[in-house]
């Protein structure tokens, strides 16, 4: 399989743990991105990479998460503390940074229930 | 205003109906228009995109992009059960190099046989 691949699938962790999720992006892909979707709501942006550079944060990436593509491949997002806000669907996307248009593909996402 | 408007639904339609989805947006900077899919328990997956005004058909599936008013739609021709999903549509602003898409909230779709 050659898309995007995202893991766990599924993570239940209770209040004030901490909790980390992988995402390997399509090979060739230099730019990857994080988003949340809760229910009934679309995704929404969280942070994006071109290569190993964050280039940009959403302000509801707050102090607790953090996210990191060392070497420019895989990435993983972290979060610290959880709440039960926290719970979501953690969804990866990437795309070829050389096309204009920006057509992203996305994983089969994570998801998080915190108890 | 939210910058993205997208009647959830639900939406229930008999199969070979013709069926409408619409969005507005209030963003003037939003250059790319898309509608993805989303099935339960999956990622969104890329439908159709487009950047100018006016129609592009592909399949059954017609995708129309009314830039004066800001209003995108997306029609689907000759329904089938298996167009039972959620259906997002996204935008991307001018400075598409930053890379965000900004979603709608999605239309749950079903179409009954």
């Known amino acids: 399989d050659t898309g995007v691949s995202q893991d766990p699938r599924h993570k239940i962790t209770k209040r004030g743990q901490n909790v980390t999720f992988r995402c390997d992006p399509i090979?060739?892909?230099?730019?990857l991105y994080w988003y949340r979707q809760t229910l009934g709501q679309g995704p929404e942006f969280l942070t994006y990479?071109?290569?190993?550079?964050?280039?940009?944060k959403s302000r509801l990436l707050s102090d607790r998460f953090s996210a990191e593509r060392p070497k420019g491949s895989f990435s993983t997002l972290e979060i610290q503390r959880t709440e039960q806000g926290d719970s979501a669907m953690y969804l990866c996307a990437s795309s070829h940074g050389g096309s204009s248009y920006n057509e992203q593909f996305f994983g089969p996402g994570t998801r998080l229930t915190v108890l | 205003q939210k910058e993205v408007e997208q009647d959830p639904g639900p939406l229930s339609v008999p199969e070979g109906a013709i069926v409408s989805l619409n969005c507005t947006y209030s963003n003037s900077a939003f250059q790319y228009f898309m509608w993805y899919r989303q099935y339960s328990r999956k990622g969104p997956e890329l439908l159709m995109y487009?950047?100018?005004?006016g129609n592009k058909e592909d399949g059954r599936f017609t995708a129309q992009v009314d830039k004066s008013s800001k209003y995108i739609s997306l029609f689907i021709r000759d329904s089938q059960p298996s167009d039972s999903a959620t259906y997002l549509c996204a935008f991307s602003d001018r400075g598409s190099t930053l890379g965000r898409l900004y979603f709608g909230r999605g239309t749950q779709l079903t179409v009954w046989p």
């Open positions: 090979s060739e892909h230099n730019r």
């Open positions: 487009t950047y100018s005004s």
């Open positions: 990479f071109q290569n190993e550079a964050q280039l940009e």
